[in-house]
């Protein structure tokens, strides 16, 4: 297959004069995860009523000091236009995931071929954008990820608005070699299987293009794909990814009592598994405490493919899971384990030499590849800093959601409800640790 030359990053950011240079210009410019489980939703619970809010967890920035709110209705309105295309559709209908074939049922593709992007809620508040996003879930849960990119990359034209064409090659020129130097180390790992997960607060579109192309070049087979379903079908790369934690976190509102809560999680995982087998068999343990989940995971838990560490500190997450596996009889040389959450190159060639040939090992690196411009520009400028901006399913049914996750600093929910969950999931094994992204 023959693919589009590359473009000139800088050229485009100095030259565009159109109107409204839209972000967001496919439906499937989103993560293959939000597709995934947007499939089981709409099988399993479709009508459920749900708000996802818009959650910036780096706090000393203000949103709205940064951003016009002109442009950002402008590009969340012309997200809203957007349906998926005749070529898509043939794509999604006939792409191989994960071995296999038909995926998505003819069904959802017959519904999403009408679907477009509900309306949404916008107001200031002490600096801050509140985005609310209110509906039926299967209605609003691909708000997610266009309205973090769209933020995210605002933030950066911002940061660039009136910065000359000169500078403009510099700053990129060093991002291009700043991101080479780390693919260069990467391929040193000889067995490395990594995947871009940066769609979510990527620097723009474009770049984040740039980043996987190079990616694609220089690792070769140990880039097995990306996240994000447009680029997939673009560069003709595989879409990599499973579930999040939106799942859980519903269906722990939908309970009617504590013992309901308990099992939750592990309802979840049944709903999942009457779509979706083998490599797509995931867990995402850590939504209510990660050691918790495992003390009461049912036995049949153990016989799904792998899990992915999200929140919980690397080395003890892989250590525990490991553990586990050999207490039931399992052996982990046959699992997948899924490392995700803020990597830099340091903490995967960390994680790589701690548990390679000890599982399967995969990462999906996220905003450290496709938003670190740090020591880029010439001169200083923190809105080249990436933030930890995040949008979170907040209500379900007319009840708060919670998450808890292994690391404190990241409980979503009213303090009231984080209290409550807490005592009765438990907070053993969680600890405190800095949210960078």
Same mark, same amino acid.
């Given at each position: 297959?023959?693919?589009?030359?590359? #473009?000139?990053?800088?050229?485009?950011?100095?030259?565009?004069?159109?109107k409204?240079?839209?972000?967001? &210009?496919?439906?499937?410019?989103?993560?293959?995860?939000?597709?995934?489980?947007?499939?089981?939703?709409?099988?399993?619970?479709?009508?459920?009523?749900?708000?996802?809010?818009?959650?910036?967890?780096?706090?000393?920035?203000?949103?709205?000091?940064?951003?016009?709110?002109?442009?950002?209705?402008?590009?969340?309105?012309?997200?809203?236009?957007?349906?998926?295309?005749?070529?898509?559709?043939?794509?999604?209908?006939?792409? %191989?995931?994960?071995?296999?074939? &038909?995926?998505?049922?003819?069904?959802?593709?017959?519904?999403?071929?009408h679907?477009?992007?509900?309306?949404?809620?916008?107001?200031?508040?002490?600096?801050?954008?509140?985005?609310?996003? =209110?509906g039926?879930?299967?209605?609003?849960?691909?708000?997610?990820?266009?309205? *973090?990119?769209?933020?995210?990359?605002?933030?950066?034209?911002?940061?660039?608005?009136?910065?000359?064409?000169?500078?403009?090659?510099?700053?990129?020129?060093?991002?291009?070699?700043?991101?080479?130097?780390?693919?260069?180390? *990467?391929?040193?790992? #000889?067995?490395?299987? =990594?995947?871009?997960? $940066?769609?979510r607060? &990527?620097?723009?579109?474009?770049?984040?293009?740039?980043?996987?192309?190079?990616?694609?070049?220089?690792?070769?087979?140990?880039?097995?794909? %990306?996240?994000?379903?447009?680029?997939?079908?673009?560069?003709? *790369?595989?879409?990599?990814?499973?579930?999040?934690?939106?799942?859980?976190?519903?269906?722990?509102?939908?309970?009617?009592?504590?013992?309901?809560?308990?099992?939750?999680?592990?309802?979840v995982?049944?709903?999942?598994?009457?779509?979706?087998?083998?490599?797509?068999?995931?867990?995402?343990?850590?939504?209510y405490?990660?050691?918790?989940?495992?003390?009461?995971?049912?036995?049949?838990?153990?016989?799904?493919? $792998?899990f992915?560490?999200?929140?919980?500190?690397?080395?003890?997450?892989?250590?525990?899971?490991?553990?586990?596996?050999?207490?039931?009889?399992q052996?982990?040389?046959d699992?997948?384990?899924?490392?995700?959450?803020?990597?830099?190159?340091?903490?995967?060639?960390?994680?790589?030499?701690?548990?390679?040939?000890?599982?399967?090992?995969?990462?999906?690196? $996220?905003?450290? *590849?496709?938003?670190?411009?740090?020591?880029?520009?010439?001169?200083h400028?923190?809105?080249?800093?990436?933030?930890?901006?995040?949008?979170?399913?907040?209500?379900?049914?007319?009840?708060?959601?919670?998450?808890?996750?292994?690391?404190?600093?990241?409980?979503?929910?009213?303090?009231?409800?984080?209290?409550?969950y807490?005592?009765?999931?438990?907070?053993?094994?969680?600890?405190?640790?800095?949210? =960078?992204?």
């Open positions: 297959m023959v693919q589009s030359p590359m #473009p000139d990053i800088a050229r485009r950011v100095y030259d565009h004069n159109f409204l240079d839209p972000i967001v &210009r496919s439906l499937l410019d989103t993560d293959v995860y939000k597709l995934l489980m947007l499939q089981t939703i709409w099988k399993e619970r479709p009508n459920v009523p749900v708000t996802f809010s818009l959650i910036n967890r780096t706090h000393s920035v203000r949103l709205a000091d940064e951003i016009d709110e002109t442009t950002l209705r402008a590009q969340l309105d012309h997200a809203r236009t957007i349906g998926i295309t005749k070529k898509e559709i043939i794509w999604l209908t006939g792409n %191989t995931f994960y071995g296999r074939e &038909r995926l998505f049922s003819k069904e959802f593709i017959e519904w999403l071929r679907y477009r992007l509900p309306e949404y809620q916008l107001t200031i508040e002490q600096g801050q954008y509140k985005i609310d996003f =209110i039926d879930w299967a209605d609003v849960t691909l708000w997610e990820i266009p309205v *973090l990119s769209i933020i995210s990359e605002l933030r950066s034209r911002s940061a660039m608005h009136g910065v000359g064409r000169f500078e403009l090659d510099v700053l990129y020129a060093r991002a291009k070699a700043k991101l080479w130097e780390k693919v260069l180390r *990467l391929d040193q790992l #000889p067995e490395l299987k =990594i995947a871009d997960f $940066g769609t607060r &990527r620097h723009g579109f474009l770049w984040q293009r740039w980043c996987i192309a190079a990616m694609k070049e220089g690792l070769g087979s140990k880039f097995i794909g %990306t996240s994000n379903v447009l680029m997939a079908m673009d560069l003709d *790369l595989d879409a990599i990814g499973t579930n999040a934690h939106e799942l859980p976190m519903v269906e722990a509102a939908l309970a009617e009592n504590d013992e309901a809560l308990l099992a939750s999680p592990y309802q995982l049944k709903h999942w598994s009457r779509t979706y087998d083998g490599n797509l068999l995931i867990v995402l343990p850590d939504t405490g990660t050691t918790a989940f495992l003390d009461k995971a049912p036995d049949w838990v153990a016989e799904w493919s $792998g992915r560490i999200d929140s919980k500190e690397p080395m003890a997450g892989g250590e525990e899971l490991i553990q586990w596996w050999q207490d039931r009889g052996n982990p040389k699992k997948l384990l899924i490392f995700s959450d803020g990597l830099t190159v340091d903490k995967i060639e960390q994680v790589y030499h701690r548990f390679n040939n000890r599982v399967r090992l995969s990462f999906g690196w $996220g905003t450290h *590849l496709t938003n670190d411009f740090s020591d880029c520009a010439t001169v400028n923190q809105q080249l800093k990436a933030i930890s901006l995040v949008c979170k399913v907040t209500h379900a049914n007319g009840k708060p959601t919670v998450k808890l996750s292994d690391n404190y600093d990241k409980a979503t929910g009213p303090e009231s409800e984080i209290k409550r807490r005592s009765i999931f438990g907070q053993l094994n969680m600890a405190k640790h800095d949210v =960078i992204v």
